[in-house]
C-alpha cells in the first residue's frame, strides 16, 4: 500500500487572499514505513513573504527570489505523488493550498477525500490531547531537535512518524519464519507461535506404540473411521 506524506509551507493563512507556497515537501510510505524516497521543492511565491511569516520558517524574499514557480514543478510533484492516498497533519490547510496552485497551472484539483488527516486520526485515537505536531511528536517521544523551524519536508518526515504511531504502523512489517502461525487472543494481542529448530523427541515408548498399532489394526478393525475418504 502506498501512500504520500505532504506538507507545505506558505506566505500565509489563505490562498483566497493571494497566499501562496514556498516549500512543498513529500515523503513516501510503503506498508505504513517510509521507504526513503521523497519530493521536496523550494518555490518563487511571486510576492513578498511577511516577516512575521518569515521567522516561522525562515524562508526570506532573497531565498526565495531565483527559486522555480510552482508551474515549474508541477508535473514532477504530480507524477511522485500519483494516485496515493495523500497522509497530511490538518490536510484541509495544504489542499487548499495545493488545489489553489493547481488551479492557476490549470490542473485539475485533488480531491479532498484522497486525504487522511492526522488530527482527525488523533482525535480519534487521543480524545482530549493537544494536536499539533509538536505535541504529538513529544507525546511519542519524536526527537524534535531537529525543528529549529518549520520545514515542509522535515515536517513531512515527523508527520509519518506520528502517522506510524497512529496506525501502530511499527508491526507491518512483521516477518513469521517458515511454519510460524500467529493467532490473536480476546485481548488483541498478536501472538505468534514459533516452530522449533529441531522436533522434541517422542515421549512414546516402543512398547506403547506397538500397543498402539494394535489396537487400532485389531480391535478397532482394518478401517478405522478416519480413515474414510
Known amino acids: 500500500m502506498r501512500e504520500i506524506v505532504l506538507d507545505t509551507e506558505t506566505t500565509g493563512f489563505d490562498p483566497a487572499t493571494g497566499d501562496r507556497i514556498v516549500e512543498i515537501g513529500c515523503v513516501e510510505l510503503i506498508d505504513h514505513l517510509p ?11 511571486e510576492r513578498l513573504v511577511p516577516i512575521e511569516t518569515q521567522k516561522v520558517h525562515g524562508l526570506t ?10 508551474a515549474h514543478i508541477v508535473e514532477d510533484l504530480l507524477e511522485f505523488i500519483g494516485d496515493s492516498p495523500l497522509v497530511i ?12 496552485e493547481l488551479h492557476r497551472c490549470g490542473k485539475k484539483p485533488l480531491p479532498h477525500a484522497r486525504a487522511i488527516d ?7 485515537k487521543i480524545p482530549g ?10 507525546r511519542f517521544g519524536i526527537d524534535l531537535s531537529v525543528r ?8 513531512a518526515e515527523l508527520t509519518a ?8 504502523g511499527r508491526q507491518t512489517k512483521l516477518v513469521l519464519a517458515p511454519g510460524d502461525s500467529i493467532q490473536i487472543g480476546s485481548d488483541g494481542i498478536v501472538q505468534v507461535a514459533r516452530s522449533r529448530p529441531q ?20 480391535d478397532l478393525g482394518s478401517e478405522p473411521v478416519w480413515g474414510w475418504s
Open 118 to 124: 492526522t488530527i482527525e486520526i488523533a482525535k480519534a
Open 61 to 70: 524574499d532573497e531565498f526565495l527570489a531565483d527559486k522555480p514557480l510552482f
Open 161 to 168: 512518524r506520528v502517522y506510524l504511531e497512529l496506525v501502530g
Open 129 to 138: 490531547a493537544r494536536y499539533s505536531l509538536d505535541e504529538l511528536c513529544r
Open 199 to 218: 522436533p522434541l523427541a517422542s515421549l512414546i515408548t516402543p512398547d506403547e506404540r506397538e500397543a498402539h498399532e494394535v489396537f487400532i489394526t485389531k
Open 35 to 45: 521507504t526513503g524516497k521523497s519530493f521536496q521543492a523550494y518555490l518563487n511565491p
Open 89 to 100: 497533519h490538518n490536510a484541509s490547510f495544504d489542499m487548499k493550498f495545493v488545489n489553489s
Open 148 to 155: 529549529t523551524k518549520h520545514g515542509a519536508l522535515l515536517d
